[in-house]
């Protein structure tokens, strides 16, 4: 009995928990639910974040190496004689084991401190490089979400639009009938009414393929359903054009990186002189034979300071320094051209905003007149002033009028996104759309 509750138990949990699966993948998905779900899945976001806590462990063990060393050894020694050096000192017998405890300090050491600092540099490095990442994965799915969306909206005006043809059909056969217009008029009717078929079939098989492509980028699997929540045009605003090249040439998490690499260049340019001078170390050992019982005189200790300084090493330091010095002088070359290319690149982003937000505006307002056109259209038809190919292309030109608003509001705010990536200030909160 009592395993029977527990399976049953179990069984109402996994039931439970499957409802849940189910209603989550059909509520419908905004855009910040898309991102939490791509940020959270997406490989190349995994991959980034672990070299960020490898930058940051590899600081912390750099950190690690300035600090005092405490080591326990052992040895055995093997002499052929017996000699009078005081125990621990070395080996004082045929055959000796010794064991000692040794605290170890380095005084001076440029190689440790300038590992210490490369490797602060480099966290900062990956934490850019990380940022960098999520903007792209952001772009990704902002670019796939927009997509969908006007897929999904296209299907509804080509059903619309095919419906329009359907009864226009229906009208110019009936005209036919009544022998008001010519069989003609019934025959281009009905193959608009196919082509227009066909462009809705095109348009779902559209649909459907984004829609994989968005649940590939948040980690699901393509036979997982989902929905996509209605969005609805906000009001939005764009700043000056001089006012996102600043921001970008502040916030560009490639030229953070370019940044990083030119301080730690520098950083290894002085690690090179300080490497002519003198390195000290510090050392104490304490420890005793272990052939006899732990009497003084079987312990001991020794204290060691060492200094080391280079003499001779065939230049080597000196062509370390050329080399340090022409990777500078590249990372600055790399800089210069990557302002440029920034600066371009908001340009063109900016400017493809404008249009796009131009073009919306004109849609917006052709849409009215369009669609007193069609009825306009309509009424003339039916009272023989207006030819049946006149209704034809007033009916394409109003759905094609709505089909290019549809894409100058999605294809703003893709452009839209485009300019705050290209700036350095995408981010998951879609504060950006404002």
């Known amino acids: 009995m009592k395993i029977l509750r527990v399976v049953i138990l179990f069984v109402l ?28 899945q997406n490989a190349d976001v995994k991959i980034q974040s672990g070299e960020k806590n490898i930058a940051k462990l590899q600081k912390r063990q750099a950190f690690s190496q300035l600090l005092p060393q405490a080591d326990v050894e052992a040895g055995y020694f093997k002499n052929s004689v017996h000699n009078d050096v005081p125990d621990f000192v070395t080996a004082n017998g045929i055959i000796e084991k010794t064991a000692w405890l040794s605290f170890s300090q380095s005084v001076f050491n440029p190689g440790k401190v300038a590992d210490w600092l490369n490797n602060r540099l480099n966290q900062k490095k990956q934490e850019s490089l990380f940022n960098q990442t999520r903007q792209n994965v952001l772009m990704q799915v902002i670019g ?41 008029d019934v025959k281009k009717s009905r193959v608009e009414y196919l ?37 609805s045009g906000k009001s939005t605003h764009l700043d000056s054009l001089p006012v996102y090249l600043t921001t970008a040439f502040t916030n560009r998490s490639e030229l953070k990186v370019l940044g990083i690499q030119a301080r730690q260049f520098r950083n290894q340019k002085r690690s090179v002189f300080l490497q ?4 000290a170390s510090f050392a104490a050992y304490y420890g005793w034979d272990t052939n006899a019982s732990l009497r003084a005189g079987n312990r001991g200790w020794q204290i060691y300071a060492g200094i080391q300084m280079p003499l001779w090493h065939w230049g080597n330091l000196h062509q370390e320094r050329q080399i340090v010095e022409i990777r500078i002088q590249q990372t600055e070359i790399l800089r210069k051209r990557l302002k440029k290319q920034i600066a371009r690149q908001v340009i063109n982003s900016f400017k493809e905003c404008r249009i796009q937000l131009q073009q919306m505006r004109a ?30 292309n007033t009916q394409k030109l109003f759905t094609e009028t709505r089909v290019r608003y549809l894409r100058s509001l999605y294809s703003f705010y893709v452009a839209k996104a485009h300019l705050y ?11 950006w759309l404002r």
Not at 215 to 223: A, N, P, Y
Not at 365 to 390: C, F, H, P
């Open 421 to 431: 990536r290209n700036i350095g200030k995408l981010k998951e909160d879609v504060s």
């Open 195 to 231: 082509l227009q078929e066909n462009a809705l079939a095109r348009a779902r098989k559209n649909y459907r393929d984004a829609l994989d492509y968005v649940k590939e980028l948040v980690g699901l699997q393509i036979g997982d359903s989902i929905s996509l929540a209605h969005f």
């Open 363 to 392: 849609m917006r307002e052709s849409e009215k007149d369009a669609g007193d056109a069609v009825r306009m259209a309509e009424l003339g038809y039916q009272t023989g002033t207006v030819t049946n190919l006149d209704v034809i």
């Open 13 to 40: 949990i996994c039931g439970g928990f499957s409802i849940q699966i189910v209603f989550a993948q059909h509520t419908p998905l905004r855009l910040h639910d898309l991102i939490v779900l791509a940020l959270k």
């Open 276 to 279: 002519h001078l003198p390195s």
């Open 144 to 184: 796939a979400y927009f997509t969908a969306l006007q897929n999904k909206d296209e299907i509804k005006i080509f059903k619309e639009n095919l419906n329009a043809f359907n009864l226009l059909y229906k009208q110019s056969r009936l005209l036919y009938e009544n022998g008001v217009v010519p069989q003609l």
